[in-house]
């Protein structure tokens, strides 16, 4: 194993964990769909909305360079490293989908129904 593939395989790990810690601590901890009136508060509500965005929006990215790296490191062929990568870019995109849709309803006003139970 050759420096850039330890570098490589390092960066995918990261953009992994940061997708997967963003997307626990969203289920786990909940965030209210409305801003809350204390600027602190206010404050720290934001910074969780931009990085559970900015998480979901990187699930693409992550998930193709996990599937590369995996093909690579295993000597996969090329065929193998197209339909892993496939496979785990329909998850990504699930995820990119759902960042988009936050973002749109944001934009359009909408969200003051998200995060209710009907």
Not at 105 to 111: I, M, P, Q, S
């Amino acid at each position: 194993m050759k420096l850039d593939d330890l570098l490589v395989w390092l960066a995918s790990l990261g953009a992994a964990l940061a997708l997967c810690g963003a997307r626990l601590g969203w289920l786990l901890f909940g965030m209210a769909p409305e801003p809350p009136a204390d600027p602190a508060a206010l404050i720290l509500w934001r910074r969780k909305r931009r990085w559970l965005t900015i998480s979901e929006l990187s699930a693409i990215p992550a998930f193709a360079t996990i599937s590369v790296t995996v093909g690579k490191l295993r000597d996969w062929p090329i065929e193998g490293v197209v339909l892993f990568s496939m496979v785990l870019g329909a998850l990504g995109f699930a995820f990119f989908l759902d960042a988009l849709q936050t973002l749109m309803r944001r934009r359009l006003g909408l969200d003051a129904d998200q995060g209710r139970t009907p």
